[in-house]
């Protein structure tokens, strides 16, 4: 197995761990813990910690050891770390934060793609949201979700925000996660296509107000849906997954 391999496997395992709060904040681990629980070399341990750190999960010093952030100075945008969350009994606040960061930004973000009248991301909406409603007629989950988060990254590139436009990972690990983590309705409501649809007309003919309101409405329906389905499901996953409308 590569060194990178190895390594981001201990590095998952641990931020797994600590996402579901198995090792708490301000605990402090050595790497000689992480060698011997992981089975991995001392090289290994220590780039593991390296990325940790890069993600600002720990903090590691001379004589002090690996400590444990406080979960609430992690780099909650990382995809990674968001996955981690997804994946731990902490879920649902997960969901939810998510849900309130895109009713905060896509809207914006849609209004200010409708104002650019770029025609390239007219042409990008159309296509994607055409491939979401053929997803959706052949039942295809996974190519709905595909076409889905290419739609949400073209949206947020083209407000012409670099901010927004860095989100579009944060969104894609939020639909992903929605079908692995099975909270999404068996069928694709086709509703949901038709407001892609409305979002890529709107934005086509430079109206931004609509384009805003339409894909507020997208986001609350999302969230509606997915607090149903987390009121139906108790016991979040087991930590082996990965994971709109």
Same mark, same amino acid.
């Given at each position: 197995?590569?060194?990178?391999?190895?390594?981001?496997?201990?590095?998952?395992?641990?931020?797994?761990?600590?996402?579901?709060?198995?090792?708490?904040?301000?605990?402090?681990?050595?790497?000689?813990?992480?060698?011997?629980?992981?089975?991995?070399?001392?090289?290994?341990?220590?780039?593991?910690?390296?990325?940790?750190?890069?993600?600002?999960?720990?903090? $590691?010093?001379?004589?002090?050891?690996?400590?444990?952030?406080?979960?609430?100075?992690?780099?909650?945008?990382?995809?990674?770390?968001?996955?981690?969350?997804?994946?731990?009994?902490?879920?649902?606040?997960?969901?939810?934060?998510?849900?309130?960061?895109? /009713?905060?930004?896509?809207? $914006?973000?849609? /209004?200010?793609?409708?104002?650019?009248?770029?025609?390239?991301?007219?042409?990008?909406?159309?296509?994607?949201?055409?491939?979401?409603?053929?997803?959706?007629?052949?039942?295809?989950?996974?190519?709905?979700?595909?076409?889905?988060?290419?739609?949400?990254?073209?949206?947020?590139?083209? $407000?012409?925000?670099?901010?927004?436009?860095?989100?579009?990972?944060?969104?894609?690990?939020?639909?992903?996660?929605?079908?692995?983590?099975?909270?999404?309705?068996?069928?694709?409501?086709? /509703?949901?296509?038709?407001?892609?649809?409305?979002?890529?007309? @709107?934005? @086509?003919?430079?109206?931004?107000?609509?384009?805003?309101?339409?894909?507020?409405?997208?986001?609350?329906?999302?969230?509606?849906?997915?607090?149903?389905?987390?009121?139906?499901?108790?016991?979040?996953?087991?930590?082996?997954?990965?994971?709109?409308?």
């Amino acid at each position: 197995m590569e060194l990178q391999g190895l390594h981001g496997q201990v590095v998952d395992q641990i931020g797994l761990s600590l996402a579901a709060e198995e090792t708490r904040a301000g605990e402090v681990l050595r790497l000689e813990d992480v060698q011997e629980r992981y089975g991995v070399s001392r090289t290994v341990a220590r780039e593991a910690v390296r990325v940790l750190e890069s993600k600002r999960v720990v903090t $590691s010093r001379p004589r002090v050891g690996i400590t444990v952030r406080p979960m609430t100075e992690w780099n909650l945008y990382d995809p990674q770390v968001i996955r981690w969350r997804l994946n731990s009994p902490h879920r649902g606040a997960q969901l939810r934060e998510l849900a309130e960061l895109r /009713a905060a930004v896509e809207p $914006s973000a849609a /209004a200010l793609a409708a104002a650019s009248g770029d025609d390239e991301t007219c042409k990008a909406l159309l296509v994607h949201a055409r491939a979401m409603a053929t997803a959706a007629a052949e039942a295809d989950t996974a190519g709905f979700v595909a076409a889905d988060a290419a739609f949400h990254r073209a949206l947020l590139s083209a $407000s012409g925000n670099g901010m927004f436009a860095q989100l579009a990972e944060v969104t894609e690990e939020l639909l992903t996660a929605r079908r692995e983590l099975s909270l999404m309705p068996e069928r694709v409501d086709e /509703a949901a296509v038709r407001r892609h649809q409305e979002v890529a007309q @709107a934005v @086509a003919e430079g109206r931004p107000a609509d384009a805003a309101a339409c894909v507020r409405s997208i986001v609350d329906t999302a969230h509606s849906e997915v607090e149903g389905l987390l009121s139906d499901t108790a016991t979040p996953p087991s930590a082996s997954c990965a994971l709109d409308v």
